[in-house]
Nanobody, 123 residues
Framework: QVHLVESGGGLVQAGGSLRLSCAAS????????MGWFRQAPGKEREFVAR??????YYADSVKGRFTISRDNAKNTVYLEMNSLKPEDTAVYYC??????????????????WGQGTQVTVSS
């Protein structure tokens, strides 16, 4: 069982930056693929970024602006968000899956989810 807790959301002006953190419980954090997803009002939850042993992957909408990273010693994954746009406004969720060879680009591939943190970008 993995427990995930996100933090770092808030209100920021367009063009600004935020860093989200996701702290995970457990002793085998390094074996997990970690992902960030987001859900805007009235829309389905969508993939943002993921990190695992083979590297990182980003949605086209955030590529070049967002950076996902992890600190296995701290059991934490981060999402650095720069050049934020109003369309980035959403609840951001952290997710985890014990790595088993999948791509981990879809929410159905993840087993554990955090409660979400709100990011609001004003124009």
């Amino acid at each position: 069982q993995v427990h995930l807790v996100e933090s770092g959301g808030g209100l920021v002006q367009a063009g600004g930056s935020l860093r989200l953190s996701c702290a995970a419980s457990g002793r085998t954090f390094s074996r997990y693929a970690m992902g960030w997803f987001r859900q805007a009002p009235g829309k389905e939850r969508e993939f943002v970024a993921r990190i695992m042993w083979s590297g990182t992957y980003y949605a086209d909408s955030v590529k070049g602006r967002f950076t996902i990273s992890r600190d296995n010693a701290k059991n934490t994954v981060y999402l650095e968000m720069n050049s934020l746009k109003p369309e980035d406004t959403a609840v951001y969720y952290c997710a985890a899956a014990l790595y088993s060879g999948r791509a981990y680009l879809s929410e159905v591939e993840y087993d554990y989810w955090g409660q979400g943190t709100q990011v609001t970008v004003s124009s």
